[in-house]
């Protein structure tokens, strides 16, 4: 192995680290903010899953997502995610990270 070259740079090509050139803290910034003026949020929308979710609000139920499962109260549906109560705390769960969910049996 060549231990002068890094990545086929030879050491005298190795940039240096540290500013371009001298800053003294006065220094304004000319540019101004760019703010997007026309912004769309897109989201995939299941109409007879979200359907069913709401159904069951108010109940206790066992949502598997990608990550793993969580147990505890529907709270409420929105049109990207749902809310479930977990031992006090509300969980958001977007409803693109669902595999499924279930009715827990004997619990309210």
Do not use: C, W
């Amino acid at each position: 192995m060549n231990r002068s070259t890094y990545y086929g740079y030879s050491y005298a090509y190795v940039p240096a680290s540290g500013p371009a050139y001298p800053q003294t803290g006065n220094e304004q910034r000319s540019e101004s903010a760019v703010i997007p003026q026309n912004l769309t949020y897109v989201t995939k929308v299941e109409p007879v899953f979200t359907q069913h979710l709401v159904q069951h609000k108010g109940m206790a139920v066992s949502i598997t997502t990608t990550v793993g499962k969580l147990e505890g109260i529907l709270d409420d549906v929105f049109i990207d995610h749902v809310t479930l109560l977990v031992n006090g705390k509300k969980h958001h769960i977007r409803l693109g990270e669902i595999v499924y969910f279930e009715k827990r049996e004997g619990k309210k």
